[in-house]
């Protein structure tokens, strides 16, 4: 049905299993550098071309911070936001392991996991993609005074009008989700979403554009790492 | 035949020697290099120069060995010693990285490690350029921009609203860096940051170990016997408000919390009051965490010689490991009257190597009851512990308490523990109560460094790599020791200045 945004959910995936192997695997020897002979700046011996710091300057989203962050960016309850079997919470419980956090009372983990686990892209896209249906489904009921898609208009076909308002929801996203506006190409990216998401599906296409344009930009590298 | 047997004793005696000299090559090592990453509020571990889980050397160790061998020297004994034998094997490359020993010791890699390599700081000059061209980010020097979203998301644990971020990205760069400061007060002072399941809380997991199934009180587990959120709280307290850290293992009074959800955390200090307020060790002998309710039932329970609870604080707050043989300094077993009082084999020579420490670490508990003696009648019945006039003096044999007649109870199941003495040693250090030994424990630069670390870890995302970062991260330290007056808060507001924290 989506066929782009699971390129996209791939793409991501496949970032985080990297992210992954990286900070777990050594530094390959393609990193070292042979003796050059000069002076060294701290040990006098001599000058090597140090390795560079393949440590994350970047750090990664924990649990508590991303559903914060996700209520806020769309102003949703956070205990309701995600709910397994529609009653556990997602963030605080199911997924909190694989979304980075620690479980010290239940599991004896007292330090958060080091690197990401094997499902952590998928209980982030879990995540992610609850709060932006719930989103777009309470945008989409009163569109007047919709929090994110305000003023979006239907045509008599179901499709969605291009006008102002769409730019303007779009400005609102990236302004809620990473305190800027988008730039000239993130907002055409995200308009031509919904051209894909019309010739795949034309029926839902509007709401299915709400949900994963809004999961487009909040499950990102920026909205991932800090 | 006579012969060959002495040949075999002075062999045994020689190995023997050798056994023991092997845990004083950390120590050793760290006396003779104190300011190396590796060394500086940090301990060597047995792997820096053996194959873990083996007493062969590794490619550093090889080396060292190697060199003992061709220059005929015996194994360095002293600081002196053990400083000329790494000195002169400083420009040999053991591991075959491309890096000499002494650079890879210096900037903090392995020198027996191939896979591990000396960083570069992340900005150089060449960097900086670059990053100064760069559109959206610069990535090589301070951007309070970034910081203030930073500090938003660590301490407060949301971002900013867009329209405060605006407005902060219009002042002046005098007034972000007053309005950054606020900023941190105001984060600091929130339940993400010091509230119960806070970032402090979470600190604190690791240092306090709870186990929910047994959790009593608030929260209760499915066996609600003990309750440790009376320690959490102890934490959390010493953590803030500029209050002096080290008082979580000196601290002879307990805390209290109100507050939490949408009201803001309040935590209260109680005036010691035994049993009352919810200790039952006796004021005058407390000892903060070590001596809680949570850590003499868990970690000491009916145990006679405290080693795992000694285990467990020093990897708690100093960050070493004593099953990898960090920290250890044994003393003078003369001295110490290091012997096997409970009769579990840790005398013999194989054991001894790392017990002549642990033991005599162990011994400033020998009073602190866990659970010895303890009947069903004093926890659950309307007897002992129900009543605080009931508990009587330290002669009477009352679980977590300080008892003097611990050791006489453990001396029918342990013949002759009860000679084990309360005198102790810690870094070498002679104590005579446990008391002297936290003081020993929290005035050296091991627990200044580990907490630093902790608070490092969480808001820069891993521990020191580079030569800048080990370079602010050993400034922080020390100045938490001396400057900050071991306040966390003023420690950081000065870690959110360094590189490591304000650079992207």
Same mark, same amino acid.
């Given at each position: 049905?989506f066929?782009?945004?699971?390129?996209?959910?791939?793409?991501?995936?496949?970032?985080?299993g990297?992210?992954?192997?990286?900070?777990q695997?050594?530094?390959?020897?393609?990193?070292?550098?042979?003796l050059?002979?000069a002076e060294?700046?701290?040990?006098g011996?001599?000058?090597?071309?140090?390795?560079?710091?393949?440590?994350?300057?970047?750090k990664r989203?924990r649990p508590?911070?991303?559903?914060?962050?996700?209520a806020?960016?769309l102003?949703?309850n956070?205990?309701?936001?995600?709910?397994?079997?529609?009653?556990?919470p997602?963030?605080d419980?199911?997924h909190?392991?694989?979304?980075?956090g620690?479980?010290?009372y239940g599991?004896?983990?007292?330090q958060f996991p080091?690197?990401?686990?094997?499902?952590?892209p998928?209980?982030?896209?879990?995540?992610?993609?609850?709060?932006?249906?719930?989103?777009?489904?309470?945008?989409?009921?009163?569109?007047?005074?919709?929090f994110?898609?305000?003023?979006?208009k239907?045509?008599?076909?179901g499709?969605?009008v291009k006008d102002?308002a769409?730019?303007?929801?779009?400005?609102?996203?990236?302004?809620?989700?990473?305190l800027r506006?988008p730039?000239?190409?993130?907002?055409?990216?995200l308009?031509?979403?919904?051209?894909?998401?019309?010739?795949t599906?034309?029926?839902?296409?509007?709401?299915?554009w709400?949900?994963?344009?809004?999961?487009?930009?909040?499950?990102?590298?920026?909205?991932v790492?800090y | 035949?006579?012969?060959?047997?002495?040949?075999?004793k002075?062999?045994l005696?020689?190995?023997?020697?050798?056994?023991?000299?092997?845990?004083?090559?950390?120590d050793?090592?760290?006396?003779?290099?104190p300011d190396?990453?590796?060394?500086?509020?940090?301990?060597?571990k047995?792997?820096?120069?053996?194959?873990?889980?083996?007493?062969?050397t590794?490619?550093?160790g090889?080396?060292?060995?190697?060199?003992?061998?061709?220059?005929?020297?015996p194994y360095p004994?002293?600081?002196e010693?053990?400083?000329e034998?790494?000195?002169?094997i400083?420009?040999?490359?053991?591991?075959?990285d491309?890096f000499?020993?002494?650079?890879?010791?210096?900037a903090?890699?392995?020198?027996?490690d191939?896979?591990?390599?000396?960083?570069?700081?992340?900005?150089?000059?060449?960097?900086?350029?670059?990053?100064?061209?760069?559109?959206?980010?610069?990535?090589?020097?301070?951007?309070?921009?970034?910081?203030?979203?930073?500090?938003w998301?660590?301490f407060?644990g949301?971002?900013?609203?867009f329209?405060e971020?605006q407005?902060?990205?219009?002042?002046?760069?005098?007034?972000k860096k007053?309005?950054?400061?606020?900023?941190?007060?105001?984060?600091?002072?929130s339940?993400?940051?010091?509230g119960k399941d806070?970032?402090?809380w979470e600190?604190?997991?690791?240092?306090i170990?709870p186990?929910?199934?047994?959790?009593?009180?608030e929260?209760?587990g499915?066996i609600?016997i003990?309750?440790?959120?009376?320690?959490?709280n102890?934490?959390?307290?010493?953590?803030?408000?500029?209050?002096?850290?080290?008082?979580m293992?000196l601290a002879p009074?307990?805390v209290?919390?109100?507050g939490?959800?949408?009201?803001p955390?309040?935590y209260?200090m109680?005036s010691p009051?035994?049993?009352r %307020?919810?200790?039952l060790?006796?004021p005058?002998?407390?000892? $903060? +965490?070590?001596? !809680?309710?949570w @850590?003499?039932g #868990?970690?000491l329970?009916?145990?006679?010689?405290?080693?795992?609870?000694?285990?467990?604080?020093?990897?708690?707050?100093?960050?070493?490991t004593?099953?990898?043989?960090?920290?250890?300094n044994?003393?003078?077993?003369?001295?110490?009257?290091?012997?096997d009082?409970?009769?579990?084999?840790v005398?013999r020579?194989?054991?001894?190597?790392?017990?002549?420490?642990? %033991?005599p670490?162990?011994y400033?508990?020998?009073?602190?009851? $866990? +659970?010895?003696? !303890?009947?069903? @009648?004093?926890? #659950?019945?309307?007897g002992?512990?129900?009543?605080?006039?009931?508990?009587g003096?330290?002669?009477?044999l009352?679980?977590?308490s300080?008892?003097?007649?611990r050791?006489?109870?453990?001396?029918q199941?342990?013949?002759?523990?009860?000679?084990?003495?309360?005198?102790?040693?810690?870094f070498?250090?002679?104590?005579?109560?446990l008391?002297?030994?936290a003081?020993?424990?929290?005035?050296?630069?091991?627990?200044?460094?580990?907490?630093?670390?902790d608070?490092?870890?969480?808001l820069?995302?891993?521990?020191?790599?580079?030569?800048?970062?080990h370079?602010?991260f050993?400034?922080?330290?020390?100045?938490?020791?001396?400057?900050?007056?071991?306040?966390?808060d003023?420690?950081?507001?000065d870690?959110?200045?360094?590189?490591?924290?304000?650079v992207p």
């Open positions: 049905m066929p782009k945004i699971f390129q996209r959910w791939l793409t991501f995936g496949i970032c985080f990297l992210l992954a192997c990286l900070q695997a050594p530094k390959n020897a393609s990193s070292k550098s042979p050059s002979g060294g700046t701290k040990a011996a001599g000058v090597l071309a140090l390795q560079e710091p393949e440590v994350s300057t970047l989203v508590r911070l991303l559903g914060k962050s996700l806020k960016a102003n949703l956070p205990q309701g936001m995600c709910l397994e079997l529609g009653k556990i997602c963030i419980l199911v909190k392991v694989a979304l980075g620690m479980n010290a599991n004896s983990q007292y080091q690197s990401p686990g094997i499902t952590s998928i209980a982030f896209d879990r995540v992610i993609l609850s709060a932006c249906i719930q989103r777009a489904q309470i945008d989409l009921s009163n569109t007047a005074e919709a994110i898609y305000k003023d979006l239907l045509s008599i076909d499709r969605l102002a769409i730019d303007a929801a779009l400005d609102r996203l990236y302004q809620k989700a990473f506006d730039s000239v190409q993130e907002r055409e990216a308009k031509d979403l919904y051209e894909d998401i019309y010739h599906e034309p029926n839902g296409a509007a709401i299915n709400m949900a994963l344009s809004c999961y487009a930009v909040l499950s990102s590298v920026e909205s790492f | 035949m006579h012969k060959v047997f002495s040949i075999f002075v062999w005696l020689l190995y023997a020697v050798q056994l023991h000299a092997k845990p004083l090559a950390p050793l090592f760290c006396k003779a290099f190396i990453p590796a060394c500086a509020g940090s301990a060597l047995c792997s820096f120069c053996h194959i873990p889980a083996s007493s062969s590794n490619a550093f090889s080396c060292l060995q190697a060199h003992l061998k061709a220059k005929q020297l004994s002293t600081r010693t053990m400083a034998a790494i000195t002169a400083g420009d040999q490359d053991c591991d075959h491309g000499p020993n002494k650079q890879e010791l210096l903090g890699s392995l020198p027996a191939a896979n591990s390599l000396p960083y570069a700081d992340r900005c150089t000059e060449t960097r900086s350029q670059a990053s100064a061209s760069a559109p959206r980010w610069n990535h090589c020097t301070a951007d309070l921009a970034y910081v203030y979203q930073k500090v998301k660590d407060c949301e971002p900013p609203e329209d971020y407005d902060f990205k219009k002042l002046s760069p005098d007034k007053s309005a950054l400061t606020k900023q941190l007060d105001d984060c600091l002072a339940n993400n940051w010091r806070g970032v402090i600190i604190g997991h690791y240092k170990r186990v929910g199934s047994v959790k009593a009180g929260d209760p499915l609600p003990v309750d440790y959120y009376a320690d959490f102890l934490f959390v307290y010493t953590q803030i408000d500029g209050h002096d850290a080290r008082d293992l009074y307990t209290s919390r109100t939490g959800g949408s009201q955390t309040t209260t109680q009051d035994r049993l %307020d919810g200790q060790m006796q005058q002998y407390r000892v $903060g +965490l070590l001596s !809680t309710f @850590n003499l #868990f970690y329970n009916f145990t006679g010689i405290a080693r795992v609870l000694v285990a467990q604080a020093f990897n708690a707050y100093l960050g070493f004593l099953s990898d043989m960090q920290g250890l044994p003393p003078d077993v003369s001295l110490s009257k290091f012997k009082y409970d009769a579990k084999g005398a020579s194989e054991c001894a190597v790392c017990h002549e420490t642990i %033991d670490l162990a400033p508990f020998r009073n602190y009851n $866990g +659970l010895t003696g !303890t009947t069903p @009648n004093q926890v #659950f019945g309307k002992t512990l129900a009543d605080p006039s009931n508990l003096d330290e002669n009477n009352i679980p977590l300080y008892s003097r007649a050791l006489t109870a453990l001396d199941s342990y013949p002759g523990i009860i000679e084990m003495p309360e005198t102790g040693f810690i070498g250090q002679r104590v005579e109560s008391n002297e030994w003081q020993v424990l929290v005035n050296s630069d091991a627990f200044a460094a580990n907490l630093v670390r608070y490092w870890k969480v820069i995302g891993h521990e020191p790599k580079t030569p800048g970062e370079q602010e050993t400034k922080l330290w020390k100045d938490f020791k001396t400057v900050h007056q071991y306040s966390v003023a420690m950081l507001h870690l959110v200045n360094t590189e490591a924290y304000r």
